[in-house]
C-alpha cells in the first residue's frame, strides 16, 4: 500500500509540474457562452491544476486592444506561457490581420468563423459551411435539441458537462481538426474559411496536458 500511495503521489505531482510549466491563461471577448464552457473544462481539472488555467473576460472594448490587455495580463504573472485568444469572426473587422498580430506577440488564437458554436457543433456531428452567424446559432440549437432534448441558451452554465454527456469530444476535435486542414486546402485565410474552428487545438492541448502521465 505504501509503495502505491508514493506512486500515486509522485504521478499527481508529475501531473501538477507538467502544467505550472506553462500555465494557461484563456481570455475571449464573450461573457457567457465560450465563458462558460471553458470554466465547466476547469471544473473538470483535478483541484491542484486549476489555478493553472485561467479564464479572464475581455467585454464592452475594441476587439483590436485584446492583444494588449494579454499582454498586461502576462506581465503581471510570467507563469502565463500558453496564452490563447478566444474570438468569432462574426462582425470583427481585421480579423485576419488581428489573428496575424497576435502570433508575432507569441500568443495563439482559438477562432471560429462564423462563430464558437461551429466548435460546439462538432460534439454531435461535421461542422457546417454556414457564413453568417445567427444562422449557425440556429442551426446548432436545432442539432442540440435533436441531440440533447434541451433548448440551447447561451447563458447555460453547464455547456460543456451537457456536450461532453451527450456527445462526443474526441470526435468533436477529429471533426474540427479535418474541417480545418480540408478548407485550408483552398483558402488561407482564417476569415474565408467558413465552418472552421481552431478551438480544438486548445481544448486538445488541455485534455492531454490533463491527461498525461
Do not use: H
Request: glycine share 2%.
Amino acid at each position: 500500500m505504501k509503495r502505491a500511495n508514493r506512486l500515486n503521489t509522485k504521478r499527481s505531482e508529475r501531473k501538477r509540474v507538467l502544467l505550472k510549466a506553462g500555465a494557461y491563461l484563456i481570455i475571449t471577448d464573450a461573457e457567457k457562452t465560450e465563458k462558460n464552457y471553458f470554466e465547466g473544462i476547469k471544473d473538470s481539472i483535478p483541484d491542484n491544476l486549476k489555478n493553472n488555467l485561467q479564464i479572464k473576460i475581455y467585454s464592452n472594448k475594441s476587439l483590436s486592444k485584446i492583444i494588449d490587455f494579454a499582454a498586461e495580463q502576462r506581465n503581471k504573472d510570467e507563469r502565463f506561457r500558453d496564452i490563447w485568444l478566444v474570438f468569432d469572426r462574426d462582425e470583427v473587422k481585421n480579423f485576419d490581420k488581428l489573428i496575424e498580430k497576435a502570433k508575432e506577440a507569441k500568443m495563439n488564437v482559438g477562432w471560429s468563423n462564423p462563430c464558437f458554436e461551429i466548435w460546439l457543433m462538432s460534439y454531435f456531428q461535421n461542422p457546417k459551411n454556414i457564413y453568417d452567424s445567427q444562422k449557425c446559432c440556429e442551426s446548432f440549437e436545432k442539432i442540440f435539441k435533436e441531440n440533447t432534448n434541451k433548448k440551447y441558451k447561451k447563458s447555460e452554465e453547464k455547456i460543456y458537462n451537457i456536450l461532453c454527456e451527450n456527445g462526443d469530444e474526441n470526435k468533436a476535435i477529429q471533426r474540427a481538426r479535418e474541417k480545418y486542414y480540408q478548407i485550408r486546402k483552398e483558402y488561407s485565410q482564417p476569415s474565408k474559411m467558413v465552418g472552421c474552428t481552431t478551438v480544438y487545438k486548445l481544448v486538445e492541448e488541455l485534455k492531454g496536458k490533463i491527461n498525461r502521465e
